[in-house]
């Protein structure tokens, strides 16, 4: 390739996204939070501009041509994350957004991260639920320097993040989704326990190779990559490591979805998986980064029934915990799909049933706002605020402390209102409304609820610093 | 990681890829005696990527038929880098190679930060950029694979 016409579309393609990114950063937005995920993708662009300028001319002399080519390529990757990360921010004004949610998400985030957070949201154009932290992004990708200048004035140094939360923009108004933000919380959590989550991950590893020893042969002999000039045996050691990497990384992430569902379910109890059938269309099909969801519900179902024995024993939970695929897809027939990890997939259900007892006893750590004597209570009562149209806050102790486990409670008993069929019915012919304009109002209630409720743990604050 | 499968993260090479980027870029300067243009950056990609080289070593060296349950994320993410970057072309370097590069890296960066740069050798630094330079290679194709 021409390199001179190579560097000019690369600085073409650097000035067009500044362009994009400074347009977008001058619109009014009224929360301070996308400025500073601008602010820090600019800085980026501006470094990553100077230094493939310096590179064009330190590479000009003949025979250094690979040097640019790569640095080329190199740089082109980084506009490219440029421009994924871009993608985080550049829909976080939309009106649709329920900007009400933002203050009492950040709460429960930096109580359980323990990290400042500050939240974010964006309707995603994919039918998807994500959290990404921007400090811990922007770090893998060697952006810290960046990120720490553009958010000094916003949060304490080093331990300071945004929480991009994307959500389906077909349910940009449905707040009981919400409830799993308590999954995608569970995933940066793992930070807290790495020694023990590696200690699970290779005993559960370990004993599910012994298990599947056979199969796992199978596969690597399945995939040997016969070329001219290797060696049969180093084909063969090619694909065994090749599988050794495959199965590696699919261990590291099913392990983290089910930790990751196991502090949800402290949190939320099976709140969590009723908001997750809302989002999720194919509960039996697995990936190499997901475990099938009917394998999931099982887990989650054990270590509710180890924990909170009442919450898993309540009848308006049973079709949540209980439901089932027509056929489990994880013991079909090869050749229906074409998957050619499939025999992975039985290697990490054994991985995932082997981890689960110590996974749980690690999620047990994390205090359950669930494991109170009075939930019952508690809940009747938000129910019954709800169902006189009245925020589910309202009954609360005005003396008692206000924590983040209120906010999860409200979650809890918003989807337990809302799955409860004989109540849930009464409430739609009360008010004359159908399924959807019903969940519609309880979300609203509960975002309410939220609102309110952050804001007294705020006012108590102020009255705690002043005395 | 989101609740389905749809790709929102980024790509876990790039960030090795820019660090071995600018540590090539670092030697090139003191290839052509121009080491006052190396600047903090550049310097710490080099002594990053000679930690990068190490552990890519070790990770070269785990028990055939055991790596997936090898404990220590680092070293296992090392060794997935391994096998992407050997998908399609030969892996640079053995594991003496990667080590001896590494500990240059750590001596070219030693000089540097403690200004003797005149005392660096052409030829690890020659040597060194050849590794990186080959190492940049396989991180950029398996890149190209991946987006086509």
Same mark, same amino acid.
């Given at each position: 390739m021409d390199s001179s016409w190579q560097v000019r579309c690369l600085q073409d393609r650097i000035q067009s996204l500044n362009s994009e990114i400074a347009r977008v950063r001058q619109k009014d937005h009224p929360y301070p939070e996308p400025n500073a995920i601008f602010r820090t993708l600019l800085a980026v662009l501006s470094d990553r501009q100077s230094r493939f300028d310096k590179a064009v001319k330190r590479y *000009? *002399?003949?025979? $250094?041509e690979r040097l640019l080519e790569e640095t080329a390529l190199t740089t082109a990757t980084q506009l490219d994350e440029i421009a994924e990360a871009f993608g985080l921010a550049d $829909?976080?004004? =939309?009106? $649709?957004?329920?900007?009400?949610?933002l203050r009492a998400v950040s709460w429960v985030a930096s109580s359980i991260l323990e990290e400042a957070c500050r939240v974010a949201v964006r309707l995603d154009g994919a039918y998807n639920y994500s959290i990404v932290s921007c400090r811990r992004r922007f770090t893998r990708l060697r952006w810290n320097k960046f990120w720490d200048e553009a958010t000094r004035e916003l949060g304490?140094? !080093?331990r300071f993040t945004i929480l991009v939360l994307g959500f389906p923009s077909a349910h940009a108004? *449905?707040?009981?989704?919400? /409830?799993l933000a308590a999954h995608e919380l569970g995933h940066l959590v793992r930070g807290r326990f790495t020694e023990e989550l590696e200690e699970i991950r290779t005993k559960a590893v370990e004993a599910a190779k012994h298990r599947h020893s056979e199969l796992l042969q199978e596969y690597i002999l399945d995939n040997v990559r016969r070329r001219e000039g290797v060696l049969g045996r180093d084909a063969y050691d090619e694909s065994s490591r090749r599988m050794e990497a495959r199965l590696g990384q699919l261990a590291d992430d099913w392990l983290g979805e089910v930790f990751a569902d196991l502090v949800a379910a402290t949190l939320v109890g099976p709140a969590f998986l009723a908001a997750f059938d809302e989002i999720?269309?194919?509960?039996g099909k697995p990936s190499l980064t997901h475990p099938p969801g009917t394998l999931r519900r099982g887990l989650v179902k054990e270590y509710l029934q180890q924990r909170l024995q009442k919450v898993a024993d309540d009848a308006v939970w049973s079709g949540v915990l209980q439901r089932e695929v /027509? =056929?489990?897809?994880?013991? !079909? +027939?090869?050749?229906?799909?074409?998957? +050619?990890?499939r025999p992975l997939y039985s290697v990490g259900q054994t991985i995932c049933r082997e981890g689960l007892r110590e996974l749980s006893a690690v999620a047990m750590r994390i205090p359950s +706002?669930?494991?109170? /004597?009075d939930l019952k209570k508690i809940v009747d009562q938000m129910e019954d605020h709800i169902e006189h149209l009245s925020?589910? =806050? /309202? !009954?609360?102790?005005? =003396?008692a402390p206000i924590t983040p486990d209120e906010f999860w409670r409200l979650m809890y008993a918003g989807w337990h209102f809302r799955l409860n069929d004989e109540r849930f019915a009464e409430f739609k012919t009360n008010n004359a409304w159908d399924d959807g304009n019903a969940e519609h109002v309880i979300g609203n209630l509960v975002m309410h609820a939220l609102e309110s409720m952050e804001l007294r743990h705020q006012w108590q604050k102020y009255r705690e610093n002043k005395e | 990681m989101p609740i389905t499968s749809a790709r929102s993260s980024d790509d876990p090479y790039a960030g090795f890829a820019w660090t071995t980027s600018l540590a090539v870029m670092g030697l090139e300067s003191l290839r052509q005696g121009?080491?006052?243009?190396?600047d903090t950056e550049e310097t710490a990609a080099i002594l990053e990527t000679a930690q990068e080289l190490e552990l890519l070593s070790e990770a070269s060296q785990l028990p055939a038929g055991a790596q997936a349950q090898a404990t220590g994320p680092e070293v296992r993410r090392s060794f997935y880098t391994l096998v992407a970057i050997a998908q399609d072309r #030969?892996? #640079?370097?053995a594991p003496p190679e990667l080590d001896r590069v590494g500990s240059e890296l750590r001596q070219i960066h030693g000089k540097l930060v403690s200004q003797?740069?005149?005392?660096?050798e052409l030829s690890s630094v020659e040597r060194a950029q050849k590794l990186c330079l080959e190492l940049l290679e396989n991180l950029n194709t398996r890149r190209r694979k991946a987006s086509l």
């Open positions: *000009s *002399s003949a025979g $250094r $829909r976080v004004d =939309s009106a $649709r957004i329920p900007f009400e949610i304490p140094e !080093g108004n *449905s707040i009981l989704l919400h /409830a999720v269309l194919e509960l /027509a =056929s489990d897809p994880l013991f !079909g +027939p090869r050749e229906v799909d074409g998957d +050619p990890d +706002p669930l494991e109170t /004597a925020p589910p =806050s /309202a !009954g609360l102790d005005d =003396s | 121009l080491s006052v243009d190396i #030969p892996t #640079p370097a003797r740069a005149a005392e660096i």
